[in-house]
């Protein structure tokens, strides 16, 4: 091509792109505004010689996020030891709570709580500071951040001769991310047992609870004869909806703790399981949940659940049991039941659970520790019979349409 023919060709390149900018072909649009922010309620439940227990609610101010994580810094050497509803990493003092599966959307307003037991020093267990929430300060108001910009084709108008003069100066795009959580998951059971801080005398017999029974670590004694005897009196008997937390319950406990509907057994020791550990009785299709706590030597099972719904087991510590969890086989109802456990340690251990697939009953597990447990059944599944019979033992389930888990959560010690 020849020079004549070049500059030709660069003027007419020039010529084009000057008309699409001056008539608006091509916009680069601001970047857009997002309101982050959060507000956090932090406060110790209960407190006892070496360990607490803690709860944190986080509102989210600003825009909606999916999937959370809130971090803070502790001042006084607190260690987490256990958490629920959420997943606690810790490295020092520094600390991060993430979602889990079911709470990770955070609508604008909305809160998210959860909570955790804690060791001390037992001198100073001062609140934790510099809450941040993905990564921005909980500081109770909202800031605004800037997005990436965008460009965008606007409708073409007539073309105008007057050049606008061109920009060089781009706004920055926004280049910070959430901390990212590079240490392993932190909070699994040692088998640690709690200090009683005083005994309280079940001279009147079963306690009734409703609304929220806060034992304070006390040890709580005693009722029935030990055995497996049925028909022993609880030692509590819980409303719908109640809770019930830091109790050690002694021995002999009878048949432990009914719970009349839904309920919450947060933080409870059981130093001898007679009967059962607890048994739940909900029919109104609810959730129970078992958060944290341990228990010794249960001959057959643990927690049984008589009742409809689900019964949710986390961060628990068993050792000489029978069965962590029997849905009921030949309960005068056949009703569908449901359990999730996950962060648990069994030591000596016979079976995780026990379900009746014919009756539709699932079992859903993760982050299972077995020590010295090796022949353990895992999710044994039954055939469910009628009141006056015995359930029939069917086979060991792994990754079926009942037992959801593989062994690649479970492990052994």
Known sequence: ?????????????????????????LVAAL?????????????????WQGGFGANVSVTNLGDALNGWSLTWSFGAGQTVTQFWNATVTQSGSAVTAASVSYNGALATDASASFGFNGSWNNS???????????????????????????????????????????????????????????????????????????????????????????????????????GQSESQDPV?????????????????????????GTCTIQNVWWEDVGEDGATFLQTNGGTSYVIGGGARSATDKLFQHNGNGTVNISGFYAQNIGKLYRACGNCTNSYQRHVVVTNVLLDKASYVVGINTNWGDTATLSRIVLK?????????EYKGVAKGSEPTYLKDGVNDAYCKFTMSDITYQ
């Not at 060709?9 to 072909?25: D, N, P, S």
């Not at 970047?31 to 407190?47: D, F």
């Not at 010295?372 to 044994?380: D, E, K, V």
């Open 372 to 380: 010295n447990s090796s022949s353990a059944h895992i999710c044994a």
């Open 1 to 25: 091509m020849s020079l004549r023919r070049r500059r030709k060709a660069l003027i007419t390149a020039a010529a084009v792109l000057a008309t699409a900018v001056a008539t608006g072909g």
């Open 124 to 226: 100073s267990n001062p609140v934790p500071t510099n809450f941040a929430l993905n990564g921005t300060s909980c500081t109770g108001s909202t800031t605004a951040t800037s997005a990436a910009p965008t460009t965008t084709r606007a409708a073409t108008t007539a073309p105008n001769t007057t050049r606008p003069p061109a920009t060089t100066t781009r706004p920055p795009a926004t280049t910070t991310r959430p901390p990212v959580t590079t240490s392993a998951p932190s909070g699994t059971p040692t088998g640690a047992w709690p200090t009683k801080t005083g005994d309280i005398s079940l001279a009147g017999g079963t306690i009734s609870v409703s609304g929220t029974y806060d034992g304070g670590m006390k040890r709580i004694c005693c009722i029935g004869d030990g």
């Open 31 to 47: 970047p857009a505004s997002a309101a982050a922010g959060c507000r956090v309620s932090y406060s110790v439940a209960s407190q």
């Open 236 to 260: 509590f008997e819980l409303a719908n909806g109640a809770t019930i937390k830091n109790v050690i319950i002694g021995s002999p406990a009878g048949d432990g703790i009914h719970c009349l």
